[in-house]
T-cell receptor, first 115, second 115 residues
């Protein structure tokens, strides 16, 4: 079974530029999550989708971050404009459905460096 | 607000010795508890979870964890450590519905197994 795919793996940009990350979840997984993991910290949820609808985006900085999952499969996360403090690893995860005890399967992440 | 504490930033153990990685949590309602492991440049991998029932949970790679409701703890254990167990370990908690549906992670504990 293929895992969660993410691209790119690494990205370096200047502050105020824009950047986009792509995620393809495990086939059949209805729920998709985007996390931000700052060095030395645990992952923090940015947004959660159930199919193509948003379940929770309470911690997404909506003035600069946006995410979509148009067909209920792939998802993109965008930052515009980027700030220095956005430097982090962005993890995508998926699970079968939004049930509290379902484990999440994580992709390898995209490491973003903002200069 | 729910939270997870991993009191040790790093745990060192000799190969063949038992290991323990500590985790305490705070959550409204009943907890669903998870352990994930992260190897360098890779995403998080699910190890085990506690939902209900037996307080001793067995997971992947010989790991187990003990749920203690009175101490609000969920320590990760392994009887005999391997060098290949060296990685970053994250404890996470989710509420059964009385609190936030978000999966909240601790800051992680770096485990180093010394040959």
């Amino acid at each position: 079974e293929a895992g969660v795919a993410q691209s790119p793996r690494y990205k370096i940009i200047e502050k105020r530029q824009s950047v986009a990350f792509w995620c393809n979840p495990i086939s059949g997984h209805a729920t998709l999550y985007w996390y931000q993991q700052i060095l030395g910290q645990g992952p923090k949820l940015l947004i959660q989708f159930q199919n193509n609808g948003v379940v929770d985006d309470s911690q997404l900085p909506k003035d600069r971050f946006s995410a979509e999952r148009l067909k209920g499969v792939d998802s993109t996360l965008k930052i515009q404009p980027a700030k220095l403090e956005d430097s982090a690893v962005y993890l995508c995860a998926s699970s079968l459905m939004t049930v509290e005890y379902n484990e999440q399967f994580f992709g390898p992440g995209t490491r973003l460096t903002v200069l | 607000a729910q939270s997870v504490a991993q009191p040790e930033d790093q745990v060192n153990v000799a190969e063949g010795n038992p290991l323990t990685v500590k985790c305490t949590y705070s959550v409204s309602g009943n907890p669903y508890l998870f352990w994930y492991v992260q190897y360098p440049n890779r995403g998080l991998q699910f190890l085990l979870k506690y939902i209900t029932g037996d307080n001793l949970v067995k997971g992947s790679y010989g790991f187990e964890a003990e749920f203690n409701k009175s101490q609000t703890s969920f320590h990760l254990k392994k009887p005999s450590a391997l060098v290949s167990d060296s990685a970053l370990y994250f404890c996470a908690v989710r509420s059964d519905g009385a609190g936030s549906y978000q999966l909240t992670f601790g800051k992680g504990t770096k485990l180093s197994v010394i040959p």
